[in-house]
């Protein structure tokens, strides 16, 4: 098992690179993060401590990832938008079988064509990350939002 | 009649009747107003929540009545109450939570104390201090109480409203809309999950678009996009209480093999590009007796109970200033569901809310049309799809229920 000082600075790249493809607009990149077999789910804090099962988005393979880039592209009509990710501070714990346990706080700027720009979402990750032969891979990975109040609509992944 | 519905009035209404609605209307301050006093707090009801969000006596929730902050709590076994979440003093919000219980309703300003019911039972320092200060003698409780609504149910639906003239629950909602009602909420319902959306829209504008069954396969584009044959679907519009409550539905053909077309395939993704990785957001299973799949459900002025398949929810819309409006989803089920039914509901509810892949347009078309009518006062909207009449149709390729919307909401408004 690694010392949590090791681990740290093993998975805090893992985060560098998901918020830059994300906010650098590379969204086919983005799936790849995750394994074939994942769990992705963006909720709310009041939902997730109520233990309620629907959040805002829920997903329960890859496939469903790359089904929502491609909705995205080519199904659903919105402004353009881009997000810019504020990464805050990383936890990260040794689980059981080798994964490893990772919470980071997050803020996302969402920033339309017109210049208008704010603060769109704020939250933790509560993530299950495992070694696989390409690297570190989300196995489940919760974007737990801090409001239950989402402005407009959310069409880029968090 | 006050300044504000003057103003409210000012606003002349098209010659061609409810085929046209003035821009104005979305954009009007006093007309905003006016909206508070003639149609939210006129004869109407007004959904504020479920019972089973407060299930034991002093339980609380607070919500809004239009742009009014209300409470509605579990004043005993069998009965529930509301009131303006004021106090009677100074006017200080009373419940700034968004549930909780309480045996007492007490004012944190300077203590003031309401049962369950928002009768006034004490005041601190009623007496005064040592004989001094206090209220005047005459000074009577029960002049003092919380501005209360009347409370009605339906299926555990509760429904306040503060007009005494307003006719009875069943009444306004009307036979159609009833039957609807208890069609959905025959059992023991379970909140799978809440939250809102907010939209910078005016509120009538999304209420339109609920509305509007001609606009589905246009702007949303996710089933055509990816292949997704829906077969046949028939369907139609009943309207009912002088036209502002509809319900448009459709059933989803299924094929003879049983199951619906989904699982036994008879739903097709074309070609790989435009195939669906995973097709376990498409999963559902035939809910109810009379075959119909979809439902959407518009109770005037600002309810909207939706059956997509298995996903069932309420949304709630709620006025935010003339130009913003937020819609309050509550996702349910049922207690007696399996493991089995609230995973594909789960599943499916992807298909729905603010990062809905068949819906999330919604969530911003309302706001495409405030920022365009800006500077175009005297001009109008045009709704001749379907006709220009308001009635029950077999199409839903029809603005109908949308023009029925504008005869309730002109009768509320006396314009």
């Not at chain 2, 989904?262 to 669906?276: C, T, V």
């Amino acid at each position: 098992m690694l010392e949590s000082n090791e681990l740290f600075h093993r998975v805090r790249p893992l985060y560098d690179a998901y918020a830059d493809c994300i906010d650098e607009e590379r969204y086919e990149e983005w799936p790849e993060f995750f394994e074939d077999v994942c769990f992705y789910q963006i909720t709310t804090r009041e939902a997730h401590r109520k233990s309620m099962p629907i959040g805002i988005v829920q997903c329960n393979s890859k496939g469903m990832l790359i089904d929502r880039i491609g909705s995205m592209k080519r199904a659903n009509i919105f402004e353009p938008q881009r997000y810019r990710h504020l990464l805050g501070a990383l936890h990260v714990e040794a689980a059981e079988n080798g994964t490893i346990r990772a919470r980071m706080g997050f803020g996302v700027v969402r920033i339309l064509e017109s210049g208008d720009s704010m603060l769109f979402l704020s939250g933790i990750w509560h993530d299950e990350i495992v070694e696989t032969t390409e690297g570190l891979r989300f196995r489940e990975k919760i974007a737990v939002l801090d409001s239950s109040r989402v402005d407009t609509l959310l069409v880029v992944p968090v | 009649m006050s300044d504000v519905e003057l103003q409210a009035q000012r606003i002349e209404w098209p010659k061609e009747g409810v085929s046209r609605v003035p821009f104005e209307i979305y954009t009007n301050d006093a007309l905003y107003e006016s909206e508070q006093d003639l149609l939210f707090k006129g004869p109407i009801w007004n959904f504020v929540g479920v019972d089973v969000e407060i299930p034991a006596v002093g339980d609380f929730k607070t919500n809004f009545v239009g742009d009014t902050p209300v409470v509605v709590v579990k004043s005993s076994a069998d009965s529930y109450s509301a009131f303006v979440n004021r106090c009677a003093h100074r006017g200080s919000t009373l419940c700034y939570e968004k549930t909780g219980n309480r045996d007492a309703f007490t004012c944190v300003y300077h203590n003031w104390s309401y049962d369950l019911e928002g009768n006034l039972k004490t005041v601190a320092f009623h007496k005064g201090v040592r004989g001094k200060g206090g209220l005047p003698d005459d000074f009577r409780t029960c002049d003092h109480n919380l501005q209360k609504l009347r409370v009605q149910s339906l299926c555990g639906l509760l429904f306040v409203s503060f007009d005494e003239d307003a006719p009875e629950l069943e009444t306004f909602l009307g036979p159609k809309m009833c039957a609807h009602i208890q069609r959905i909420f025959s059992k023991k319902i379970r909140i799978l999950g809440t939250f809102s959306q907010h939209m910078h829209n005016n509120w009538k504008l999304y209420m339109e678009n609920v509305k509007d069954s001609y606009h589905a396969s246009l702007l949303h584009l996710f089933f055509t996009t990816f292949k997704l044959n829906r077969l046949s679907m028939q369907g139609g519009l009943i309207l009912d209480g002088d036209g502002g409550h509809h319900i448009s539905y459709s059933k989803m053909a299924t094929d003879a093999g049983g199951g619906t077309d989904y699982e036994s395939g008879g739903l097709r993704a074309q070609n790989d590009e435009f195939a669906l990785h995973d097709n376990r957001i498409l999963k559902s299973w035939p809910e109810f007796d009379d075959g119909v799949t979809h439902a959407i459900q518009g109770i005037f002025p600002n309810l909207i109970v939706q059956q997509i398949q298995n996903s069932l929810a309420l949304r709630l819309l709620i006025p935010r200033g003339v130009n913003g409006c937020e819609l309050v989803w509550i996702m349910f089920g049922y207690e007696s569901d399996t493991q089995e039914e609230t995973d594909i509901r789960v599943a499916l509810s992807n298909l729905v809310g603010p990062a809905g892949l068949v819906s999330m347009e919604d969530g911003v078309i309302g706001s495409f049309v405030q920022r365009a009518i800006v500077g175009n006062q005297g001009r109008e909207t045009v709704l001749e799809m379907g006709g220009r009449t308001v009635e029950s149709q077999e199409s839903r390729v029809s603005e109908a229920s949308v023009r029925g919307f504008w005869q309730a909401y002109r009768k509320y408004m006396r314009l």
